[in-house]
């Protein structure tokens, strides 16, 4: 088993510009997140999916898209990439069922580090 | 929204003293995970406390859950140099979400 494996593990994008960081996990889980890790600031969930078909927003949302189209894909779409959005971001998986009520534990990839210029 | 305070930001020990990490919540919570990240690294979890008042120890980890679910702990005794990372602190609520704490971040002196 992989696990979670994200790529790109590095990104340097000019303001403006669109990318999509990929996330796919081996595990069957249903639960995917998305987070983005800012010093001193923790882990941030940006959108979220408890299923294929089905999203749903974070806390940080704007300006950045997914989709679920498979149990083991959830890409991560910047619209228009501005320096605020120059971050670590880390794609997270579960396998408790979600209509529990109880997010279970996350398995995390190994991050992509993200710059816009 | 949900908000999960988490302190000290950082602590310095030196080895074999204890370290604790404080998580309150502004809501109750359902459960609540632990994850540690290793410089470089990323999340990985520790544990997951679910029941009112529960404490689970992992070797010389102590981890307390409060009476009202809004508050957690980390302690850890006699600190080794692997244990430096940084460690969270992830709050579950009425949705399905996690909402983390900002980290501390533990130095050990050897």
């Known amino acids: 088993n992989a696990g979670v494996t994200q790529t790109p593990k590095f990104q340097v994008l000019k303001t403006g510009q669109s990318m999509t960081l990929q996330c796919a996990q081996d595990m069957n889980h249903e639960y995917m997140s998305w987070y983005r890790q800012d010093p001193g600031m923790g882990l941030r969930l940006i959108h979220y999916s408890v299923g294929a078909g089905i999203t749903d927003q974070g806390e940080v949302p704007n300006g950045y898209n997914v989709s679920r189209s498979t149990t083991e894909d959830f890409p991560l779409r910047l619209l228009s990439a501005a320096p605020s959005q120059t971050s670590v971001y880390f794609c997270a998986s579960s396998g408790i069922r979600p209509w529990t009520g109880n997010t279970g534990e996350l398995f995390f990839g190994e991050g992509s580090r993200l710059t816009v210029l | ?110």
Not at chain 2, 5 to 32: A, K, R, W
Not at chain 2, 43 to 60: A, D, M, W, Y
Request: charged letters at 15%.
């Open chain 2, 1 to 110: 929204g949900q908000q999960v305070m988490q302190i000290p930001q950082y602590q310095h020990v030196q080895e074999g003293e204890d370290f604790t990490t404080y998580c309150n919540s502004s809501t109750t919570l359902s459960n609540i995970q632990w994850y540690k990240q290793r410089p470089g690294g990323h999340p990985v979890f520790l544990i997951q406390l679910v029941k009112s008042g529960e404490v689970k120890k992992q070797k010389r980890l102590t981890f307390q859950f409060g009476e009202a679910k809004k508050n957690s702990s980390l302690h850890i005794t006699a600190t080794q140099t692997t244990d430096v990372g940084t460690y969270f602190c992830a709050g579950g609520g009425s949705a399905r979400q996690l909402t983390f704490g900002s980290g501390t971040q533990l130095t050990v002196l050897p």
